[in-house]
């Protein structure tokens, strides 16, 4: 037993015992002969006094940052004491003590506002998780993990592991794949998601699966998307998608309950993914504020004015109490919509002053009156700014919901401690892929169409109207969970293949197993994935998944503390069957 | 709503409510104009009468094997009564129903007994999936995954997600490789265990870390070996040994009564490695009996039979109350001892007869007195057969270990529903590897010598003297779990490295991270990882890992139902920048 006790659970109830501590040297501090010095474990921090009959020896074992340090001594009160911290009214005075560890010094300081860049701490990610705002994290997403499985057990969930090694399905984003020994020339994937297993299980009987699970996509990296990430993977049975969305609703309530203290007594609000376009611009609106796209194109047109004649699209948002805003702040939105990213060629405003009058960039065109209009369309007050986009329908639409989302930062409208979840629902079906030119599934290809458009399958030229039973939970601006009711039945699932372009042959071939289980008894089925790495970022009011993963890669995919991925020995190769092509 | 009830909870109670069920049809009964039906789901088993008003319904929705379907009645008390089920005193008096799904005859029986084979239940595991034997060790398992957290939780270990895609670090099993195409001609491993991952966290302060997790060895198979498997891995800082055997013996402790209903008053024996190999001749012992060892070689040598004149062992056991076996029986047993597995010349007896004489198969050379000294020696009984063993020591003590469990098997002393843990410790340190003549990790290169003996690290001569603070937890004969105190010395670390032949610059490229991360301040640490595949098999009283295991893959490493692996695309290959070779 290296301790009695640790370094967070000492208190003036404890003062006159003798305990043993061990843990990280926090600060060495010296005051003539007497020196304290704060321990650090998982659990808290504790001042040990080292006084003046231990002094000769502390001196020949000078105690450095980070040191591993094990001291036995008789807690005492504190003269001086530390209100901000659990053990702060107490100190050990220290009578033995013995370097467990010596440590270099850290290439950053082991502190909540640290002086250490992305890169360093990446590498030293060890040192990084010392920190106890990384840790702070870690044990959120603990916390949050227990709290789900402690819903789903309540309900019936059963926890069953999938396989990691399966078929290469390549079908949306990519499979990593892994060589097989055993199988010269044959190759397994690792699994995007368990979903055909998940589903198998529902055929198989087993009524509600769930599994907290790693899954992989070899994708093109963006900032904050991980090569491996984790899903809380769920399906049921017999179920309707209403049951679906009380389920996983409830479950979220209980989350919120029990990691932020946040209770919700209304349901969660729904919206179709069609309103969801038309007044946020895309399908995972942030509803912490309103501010709502504003159709005007009907308004606006044929009034000489060339950009809203010949835009496809021409959509607002009344932006509250901005209409002070000076040339300067006017232009910076201006270039803010130049940019690439959002690629529009220009940016209209109406100011509605706070004296009824208003001033726009198209009063050439306009007049007041017509200006007043558009204003009570977007419903519009004295004060408010009416920011106007034109063009493209798509490109349009989305530079506006990236526009009202950068206008609820500047007014302070995305306050990361507020939650507001909803539902979006009836999905499309299928999207087309321009480059691909073809259908692809919207959400994926074993997603049921709504039982009373079934008939539209059969007509390749309305697929784009068919909506799905698919659903997104959306948290603050971020899908946190998607899911639909699945195809059960070989027929419809094979004119699903179809539909997406795959041959019946290839269809065997990748989907065999699948068709062939729904021949022997599949019954209604339905389920859903939230994005763990996601659902614990956003609940600990952070919009970066990397914090809360204990050893993530960074942007190239690399592992930068491990130095991986990297070369292997050519006997491996060998043994693989495999060569490298330069 | 598919459903009101599930099949499992309606009982005598719910006499004359209307509810609705869906499920799977177990089995068609027709007496005249009635049908009788018994639909099955995750829960149990309810019977269904479709009376003479319902009938030509009925007939015209012909009802086999595996439909799924949904009914409405009322809840009846049945005439006849089936005690061996829960909703056995009720039927449902159907009035509406409706056939969710057919399903094709399956190509096996749904039931415990089943007419399957393992290759056509492996296809069709998502048939095999529902029978209820299978049903229930997949139960278990979630059952025992759950009181394992349950305990780990309550004892303050945090279950930390540790990366999938690591670096490869060749030593001891092979690693299955992942290449990348974000990072050509590198190449990601699968981790055989989280082992330096969880090492790290130790570093980083997380006191006490867990996991139930995948972990990959690109192995031979042999018969019950799966290329992924399931580990509760576990880790502890400021530990010695002892806080580690008693944790963890309270883990099984718990999930015995949990799961078993089993409770341990006693501590779990503890063995040391040394009297495992002495007295069992193996590391894991089936102590669910006795009959140990008994090393005659002194006692025997120099009587001028060559056998044990050039054995490097002799060595017996006593199996109680054998003397009476028959030639036939002796032959068998010599002819068993001879099999290739086992490799021995043949097989000595000595029939200690009830009536106090002696009968060996060696009267040529040895007296009935000289006999009757081995007896002493093996405590034998009158009624009692002595088996012995002789020639070279390592193979002769292997075999005689693998003769007593035979023997146990045979005399019905291991009983499936016994259950003898114990902790076997002291392990060696080292073991020589006779074909790439150098000394390997016996359990792994992060494992402690014993602090006493840390002096011997610098004689290469004495390695094999050194024994490590490393422990197996071993239950009916089978390793359960197994862990060691852990190196936390850089210094150290690195003699161990060289030790086991790797040079400063490849210990550097494999564990530099690990290595770097001793010199920052790391805690004294160890651990224990379980197999937990094993464990549920054993606790399910089982001896094949593959009954509880969702999607188990077979000897060859292959999923037979997916048909996995399998080749890939070339484009594929093209993007990964690697080619196979033929």
Known sequence: MYRTHTCGELNIEHTGRQVTLAGWVQTVRKFGSITFVDLRDRYGITQLLFGETLNPRLDQAPLGREFVLQVTGTV??????????????????????????????????????????????MKYRYLDLRRNAVKQHLELRYRVNRSVRNFLDSRGFMDIETPFLIKSTPEG???FVVPSRMNPNEFYALPQSPQTFKQLLMVSGYDRYYQIVKCFRDEDLRADRQPEFTQIDCEMSFVEQEDILNTFEDMMKHVFR?????????????????????????????????????????????????????????????????????????????????RPQ?????????????????????????????????????????????????????????????????????????????????WVIDFPLFEYAEEEQRWVARHHPFTSPKPDQLG???????????????????????????????????????????????????????????LGAFEYGAPPHGGIAFGFDRLCALLGGSESIRDFIAFPKNNSGRDVMLDAPSGIDQAQLDELKIALVK
């Not at 004649?309 to 803010?336: F, M, P």
């Not at 784009?464 to 039945?489: C, H």
């Open 76 to 121: 005492t009160e504190r003269s001086n004491k530390n209100k901000n911290i659990p053990t702060g009214d107490i100190e050990i005075t220290v009578s033995d003590f013995k370097v467990l560890n010596a440590a270099k010094t850290p290439p950053f300081t082991i502190q909540d506002d640290t002086d250490g860049g992305d890169e360093l701490r």
């Open 258 to 338: 029990e990691i932020r203290g946040i209770t919700f007594n209304e349901p969660f609000p729904r919206m179709t993914w069609d309103e969801a376009m038309e007044f946020y611009g895309n399908d995972k609106p942030d509803i912490r504020f309103d501010m709502k796209l504003v159709n005007l194109t009907g308004t606006v047109k044929g009034r000489g004015f060339k950009v809203f004649d010949e835009a496809e699209l021409v959509v607002a948002i009344a932006a509250k109490g901005c209409s002070e805003y000076t040339r300067k702040q006017l232009d910076e939105l201006t270039e803010w919509v130049k």
């Open 173 to 175: 984003a990519r499979d």
């Open 456 to 514: 539209l399958m059969d007509d390749p030229s309305r697929y784009g109207q068919i909506k799905a039973n698919a659903y997104d939970i959306v948290l603050n601006g971020t899908e946190v969970g998607g899911g639909s009711i699945r195809i059960f039945q070989r027929d419809l699932q094979e004119k699903m293949f179809a539909a997406l372009g795959m041959s019946p042959e290839e269809a065997a071939h990748k989907f065999g197993f699948l």
């Open 342 to 422: 959002i690629g529009m060629n220009g940016l209209i405003y109406v100011k509605y002053n706070t004296d009824g009058t208003l001033k726009s960039s198209v009063d050439k065109f306009f007049d007041e009156e017509q200006l007043k209009a558009w204003a009570a369309q977007c419903q519009a007050q004295p004060g408010d700014l009416l920011l106007v986009l034109a063009g493209r329908e798509e490109r349009t639409r989305k530079a506006m919901s990236e526009l009202r989302l950068e206008m609820g930062e500047r007014l302070g409208l995305r306050n990361k401690n507020e939650f507001k979840p909803l």
